[in-house]
């Protein structure tokens, strides 16, 4: 099954970070956070990886090619002109970098990534700046159960402020960041059928307007439903959020060994 990942937006909130980068190669704990998304479907034995790449794409490109080089001591000989790589392991993955052009939209950029889909086999699709302790395996297996075009990862966002319970002039009691309204928004996380794909007319398209607005009024998309951790980094502070948590040893979304 391929695993599609959107990564090529400008991350214009994120700005401190992209102004040099791409979004997705802003690091956690050292390692660009689609490294971190990309283990986690490894860990659920899916390696074969679509990045739609855009804004400041070589480098995403060039971070694969060097990959091993990156993550590994080495040992250059300069008279025979070769390296030894010392150490380290080399992830099992495959991995297809695709220019989806610049300014193209969500939907654009699955479009373009078209070819690239085995026919008649569901494929996976996920933002290149989230994670989460989702059950990919147990996503795949409800997705193939109901029949249905899409499957989306129902979450509940995590809360951004400490809220209190006030009796007369006195706090009674703080919650620090609690869970949300109870109301479930778009997680990513997505497993879908590639006729999908036939929803998405021009670059121009949103994924999350037309194309997921339709499913739903045609009752051809379903919601797994995700309770545990999961964490976009859309600003500086979320992105030192997940740093804080990654460096405590307790990153929830690190479910491989």
């Not at 992209?18 to 690091?27: A, D, F, H, N, Y």
């Not at 899916?46 to 790449?53: E, H, Q």
Request: proline residues 5%.
């Amino acid at each position: 099954m391929k695993v599609v990942i959107l990564a090529g937006g400008l991350g214009s909130r994120l700005a401190e970070e992209t102004s040099i980068r791409p979004k997705p190669l802003v690091e956690i704990g050292g390692m660009p956070i689609l490294w971190h998304i990309m283990s986690i479907y490894a860990h659920h034995g899916l390696n074969d990886f679509i990045i739609c790449a855009g804004y400041k794409g070589y480098m995403i490109k060039e971070y694969f090619v060097n990959l091993v080089l990156h993550h590994n001591d080495i040992t250059v000989d300069l008279a025979s002109n070769s390296i030894n790589y010392h150490g380290g392991t080399r992830p099992n993955w495959r991995v297809t970098v695709v220019d989806t052009g610049m300014h193209s939209m969500t939907g654009g950029r699955i479009a373009r990534i078209r070819d690239h889909l085995t026919p008649g086999e569901p494929f996976c699709l996920t933002y290149g700046d989230g994670v989460g302790n989702v059950d990919i395996a147990a996503e795949v297996a409800f997705h193939r159960s109901h029949g249905l075009k899409a499957t989306m990862c129902a979450v509940t966002p995590p809360g951004r402020y400490g809220a209190t319970n006030i009796e007369g002039q006195f706090i009674t009691s703080f919650v620090e960041k609690p869970r949300g309204d109870g109301q479930r928004i778009n997680g990513g996380f997505f497993v879908l059928d590639p006729s999908v794909v036939d929803l998405i007319p021009d670059d121009d398209t949103i994924w999350e307007g037309g194309p997921l607005e339709w499913l739903a009024a045609n009752n051809q998309l379903a919601a797994f439903k995700h309770d545990g951790f999961w964490q976009p980094m859309d600003t500086l502070r979320e992105r030192n959020h997940l740093e804080e948590l990654w460096n405590s040893g307790k990153a929830p979304w690190k479910l491989w060994a």
